[in-house]
Nanobody
Framework: QVQLVESGGGLVQSGGSLRLSCAAS????????MGWYRQAPGKQREWVAR???????YYAGSVKGRFTISRDNAKNMVYLQMNSLKPEDTAVYLC?????????WGQGTQVTVSS
């Protein structure tokens, strides 16, 4: 069982930056593919970024060049550095962990970008 706890959300002005963190429990963190998703009110959950256990990173087109995902296996942490934030980035951001066939979700952290 893996538990995920996000932190770092908040209110920021357009053009600003935030860094989200996700703390994972358990001893299998280094084997997990970690990801970030987001869900805005009235919209479907949207994949944002992921990093696999080898450190390869992948991004949705809407955030590529602005967001950076990273992980620290020694600390069981994954991060999402978000720069040049836009009002359309406003959403609840959720941490995700996958070790097929298992998948785990955090509760989410709210990010609000004001114009």
């Amino acid at each position: 069982q893996v538990q995920l706890v996000e932190s770092g959300g908040g209110l920021v002005q357009s053009g600003g930056s935030l860094r989200l963190s996700c703390a994972a429990s358990g001893s299998i963190f280094s084997f997990l593919t970690m990801g970030w998703y987001r869900q805005a009110p009235g919209k479907q959950r949207e994949w944002v970024a992921r990093i696999n256990n080898g450190g390869s990173t992948y991004y949705a087109g809407s955030v590529k060049g602005r967001f950076t995902i990273s992980r620290d296996n020694a600390k069981n942490m994954v991060y999402l550095q978000m720069n040049s934030l836009k009002p359309e980035d406003t959403a609840v951001y959720l941490c995700n962990a996958v070790l097929t066939p298992y998948e785990y979700w955090g509760q989410g952290t709210q990010v609000t970008v004001s114009s």
